[in-house]
């Protein structure tokens, strides 16, 4: 997978000469099977509920259904095409990232009501079911708050979403060095290690029916590892199988406010 490609042309040159030309095309050749991966990966996964969703549609034509039924079968349809739409406004957050201009280095993010916000939308998602804390000792982000509020958001609601009923779930933001972390530990079910250097990648689900199950897209950790690095901030995974997760996001100084 990792070969080196090369091209090669063989050229006429002066005086009946020839002339070979090597490239080396590696790099341009990776970048290609990554889009041609991509655009397989996207296609497979709005395949699916589309399949599902016209299935629905074709027995709802043509068989008479009580009205209990047909309820329940729009309620699956309804279910199939929330998930198209979480999918398709993924890709469109991941694009926006990448197209649009740097986040601003002057306009400041208030990190307490931003953490405040987010906690209750935790709260709401777990609907009593986890122990969620919030701590902010920092201060405040130079950035882009929608972005900012995406990347944390994804990081604490993945916690809700894998974490069992009754587990504990702590959200951070304290200085660290002359930079600051956020973090988000939880004592849900862990990660085997095997999976966490592929968890930033499209569609990668370490666990793909928990995901599922949980509404899903495969697409939260590539937009936060994006989200992130346009801030230079870096994410870091620390996990096991069994002993919880903690998803972290280090700031340099620079994108702090003064
Ligand atoms: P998804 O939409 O599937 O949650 P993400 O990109 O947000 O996609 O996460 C990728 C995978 O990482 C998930 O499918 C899950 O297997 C794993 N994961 C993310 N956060 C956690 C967590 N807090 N605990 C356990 N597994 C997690």
Redesign the pocket.
Known sequence: NDEQVLSIHVLPYAGGERLMQVRDVTQSERLDRMRRDFVANVSHELRTPLTVLSGFLETLRELPLEPAERDRYLALMAEQSDRMQRIVQDLLTLSTLESSPPPPESERVAMPALLEKLKRDAEALSAGRHQIALVVEAGDLLGAESELTSAFG?LIS??V???PAGGHIAIAWKPQGRGAEFSVS?D????DAA?IPR?TERF?????G??RETG???????IVKHALSRHQARLEIA?ALGAG?R?SAHFPPARLAP
């Open positions: 994804n993945n916690a979403r894998y974490t939880d849900g079910p862990g990660i999976h968890l990668y689900r370490a666990d793909l928990r995901s899903g897209t495969g697409l939260g950790l590539a996990s997760s998803f």
